[in-house]
């Protein structure tokens, strides 16, 4: 899959920078956020599971700085924590994160749809309610 590279967190664009840290350099950071250039650098040889967790935890500084918590002492025991967190809830209930996928994009969806969705049936069975084209007459 490709690697996002510009990602909005709240009303600010950032931009995603995949960067060699060279594991074997001795290198102590997998990630970090330059809030003034509004920038996340994420090494790119990490196995998969690193990299989602450093880019979660990356994410969460970014929302840190959005938000405007000032919480210097702790961010960064928080963001790890819950990094890790998110994404173990994330793994081991995947079918949690696709109900809320679906439940964030719902409404957009019945809009271009044009159509309804009845409560009785399930994410993805948005039922179109698409008028038969009239047939020309003779
Ligand atoms: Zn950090």
């Known amino acids: ?43 790119d040889d990490l196995n998969p599971l690193k990299t989602a967790d450093t880019l979660m935890h ?22 790890r924590r819950l990094s890790s967190g998110l994404l173990a809830i994330w793994r081991d209930n995947p079918e949690l994160f696709q109900y809320l996928q679906w439940l964030l994009f719902a409404e957009q969806k019945k809009e271009e749809a044009l159509g309804f969705c009845s409560p009785n049936l399930k994410p993805g069975d948005w039922v179109s309610l698409t008028v038969p084209l009239p047939t020309k007459i003779t």
């Open 58 to 79: 990356e994410l969460l500084h970014a929302l840190n700085w959005v938000f405007d918590i000032e919480d210097d002492t702790k961010e960064e025991s928080v963001a």
């Open 1 to 43: 899959m490709k690697r996002p590279t510009k990602i909005k967190v709240i009303n600010f664009d950032f931009t995603i920078e995949w960067y060699h840290r060279g594991i074997e350099n001795g290198a102590s950071k997998f990630g970090w956020t330059d809030i003034c250039k509004q920038e996340i650098y994420i090494s």
